[in-house]
């Protein structure tokens, strides 16, 4: 909880008073099972951007924020004014899974759909909600041995296919 209240923090900290060109957005995302920090940037015109995400989620055999995930994507904006914004976002990631069983690397890919409303005098402060989807599913096999016996179990790790986030955004 620490860790979570220390970037939200940062992020407000470093979101005061500043003043740009509006072409990028740094984002905190929070779901159930995970917590995210992206950057999102414009590029070739005012509707497409590229983002990257990275974050720490919970996702795996133990109820603990241990695991890590990074995903690269790109965003359309496919309706947006100065106060509202609606976005279709997609991207491919990994996800690191971290715990005393096993630690593997599930690859994943997501397609979300993204509500932005903008407040302040600017613009530059955005409430958002995403509701998307992801999918990463690895199987891995464990081999427990001793001197006398040799056991391998076969397993998968699914991620939760839908997601639902809120978050906080700061364009700049």
């Known amino acids: 909880m620490r860790k979570l209240i220390m970037i939200f923090s940062l992020v407000l900290i470093l979101s005061l008073h500043t003043i740009a060109q509006n072409k990028r957005l740094i984002s905190i ?97 955005g409430l958002f909600i995403n509701v998307g989807y992801r999918y990463g599913k690895r199987e891995f096999k464990q081999i427990y041995a001793s001197d006398i016996v040799e056991i391998t179990t076969a397993d998968r790790l699914i991620l939760k296919p839908v997601q639902l986030t809120v978050g906080y955004g700061f364009k700049f």
Do not use: C, M
């Not at 990631?93 to 096993?102: A, I, P, Q, R, V």
């Open 29 to 125: 995302q929070l779901s159930v099972n995970q917590i995210e920090l992206g950057l999102e940037h414009q590029i070739l015109s005012e509707k497409l951007s590229a983002d990257i995400y990275t974050g720490i989620a919970n996702q795996d055999i133990n109820n603990n924020f241990d695991d890590f995930s990074i995903r690269f994507g790109f965003g359309y904006k496919a309706i947006s004014n100065s106060k509202n914004q609606i976005a279709l976002h997609s991207g491919i990631g990994l996800y690191f899974s971290n715990n005393d069983y096993y630690s593997i690397t599930v690859p994943l890919v997501n397609a979300d759909f993204r509500y932005t409303r903008f407040i302040g005098k600017r613009e530059k402060h």
